[in-house]
């Protein structure tokens, strides 16, 4: 875990040594952050419309209702605005880079690819709070799982920076290998630890339908952590094919 948290946080202090750059980036990810966790917040609020713990008057309902739909058009606004920014940061930040066309565009995806990586961590750490919060035996139990997944990560990280610069090798000797080659290299290393991770979430899923059934989480809070599972095991999807399109990127604009 602590391999990868370095390895992101010294890309982005290359990509971005201005000082100024650096703030409005990670204003960004911290940004997406609070909306991901708005999000769950908000399926929060919705559990307790659907499951609600006593009977609610309908005067109450229909609030609850335009808060919720309110929030959620609210969020995708956010992101949409937080999209747009992002394009204008990286815009001003790598334009003024002087190397060759062929150097910037693969900043450029190193850029992207980065910043949504940061992005996906932000997100977990903090989805990861909110399940102590919830439920601290859960929460353990997810705290166990992302150390073993993200030691993975850290190794499948370590391989395919060596094929990648294996390839990248052969390319400036002029003996390329074949697009298949290289695709399906990645690929299948980000499927290969996504695979791991999705049979870590099943432990997971398991571990909620027995702390559901020994009444040691709530329905309403069973429901939220239902939720937040699904985004997790969404993150470790989106992190591990991404890490290893950012490897990729970062070996080509080295």
């Known amino acids: 875990m602590l391999r990868v948290a370095i390895e992101l946080w010294s890309a982005t202090k290359d990509l971005f040594p201005s000082k100024r750059h650096l703030r409005m980036v990670m204003g960004l990810v911290t940004l997406a952050t609070i909306v991901s966790i708005s999000e769950l917040l908000l ?6 419309l659907i499951l609600p713990s006593e009977p609610r008057s309908s005067s109450n309902l229909i609030i609850l209702s335009v808060i919720f739909l309110g929030v959620f058009g609210l969020l995708r606004i956010i ?4 999209e747009y920014y992002r394009l204008n940061i990286f815009e001003k930040a790598l334009t ?12 450029w995806a190193t850029a992207m690819e980065l910043t949504a990586l940061l992005t996906i961590v932000g997100r977990f750490v ?16 997810n705290l166990i799982l992302s150390v073993i997944l993200f030691q993975t990560f850290a190794l499948q990280m370590k391989r395919q920076y060596i ?6 090798k052969l390319q400036l000797e002029k003996k390329p290998v074949t ?22 979430m099943l432990l997971m899923f398991g571990a909620l339908i027995l702390f559901s059934t020994k009444d040691v989480i709530e329905p309403t809070i069973a429901f ?11 993150i470790y999807s989106g992190f591990s094919s991404g890490l290893m399109r950012y490897v990729r990127a970062r070996v080509y604009c080295e």
Do not use: H
Request: proline share 1%; hydrophobic share 45%; with cysteine.
């Open 163 to 168: 094929e990648q610069r294996k390839f990248r």
């Open 79 to 82: 992101n949409f605005v937080r």
């Open 179 to 200: 697009n298949a080659e290289k695709v399906k290299t990645r690929i299948l290393a980000g499927e290969s630890i996504s695979l791991i991770s999705a049979f870590g």
């Open 224 to 234: 939220t952590l239902f939720i937040a599972l699904r985004m997790i095991g969404q």
């Open 126 to 141: 903090f989805i990861s709070i909110l399940l102590f919060y919830f439920s601290i035996p859960f929460g353990l139990c």
């Open 96 to 107: 003024e880079d002087s190397g060759s066309k062929f150097a910037n565009s693969w900043k």
């Open 43 to 48: 399926a929060k609020l919705f559990s307790d």
